[in-house]
Nanobody, 122 residues
Framework: QVQLVESGGGLVQPGGSLRLSCTAS????????MGWYRQPPGKQRELVAT???????KYADSVKGRFTIASGNAKNTVYLQMNSLKPEDTAVYYC????????????????WGQGTLVTVSS
């Protein structure tokens, strides 16, 4: 019904940059919040950054000043620009969309993407 497709992960050296993208597809009327979470090896999933339809952003303290989340020109797309990457940023990054209103469907949906691996290593 609603799918999130992520791209942009890969291997990068410390200090390098990557940009992740996420596009939500389906009969979507609106999405309140889109964001990125990550799960480092052996650890729990954690918030990275979120972006609301009203333009409000939120970042984890560990990425402030290095990562930027923004909506894309294409509808229901969000990007995560990651600069000055560190080895501790290595994780599977998941896109999430909260409180999705879908055409001809009551209530809201919350959907996760399949994840994309980011490895920061020399």
């Amino acid at each position: 019904q609603v799918q999130l497709v992520e791209s942009g992960g890969g291997l990068v050296q410390p200090g390098g940059s990557l940009r992740l993208s996420c596009t939500a597809s389906g009969s979507i009327l609106s999405i309140d919040t889109m964001g990125w979470y990550r799960q480092p090896p052996g650890k729990q999933r954690e918030l990275v950054a979120t972006f609301t339809r009203w333009g409000k952003t939120k970042y984890a303290d560990s990425v402030k000043g290095r990562f930027t989340i923004a909506s894309g020109n294409a509808k229901n797309t969000v990007y995560l620009q990651m600069n000055s990457l560190k080895p501790e940023d290595t994780a599977v990054y998941y896109c999430a969309a909260d409180r999705i209103v879908v055409r001809d469907t009551q209530g809201y949906l919350d959907v996760w993407g399949q994840g994309t691996l980011v490895t920061v290593s020399s």
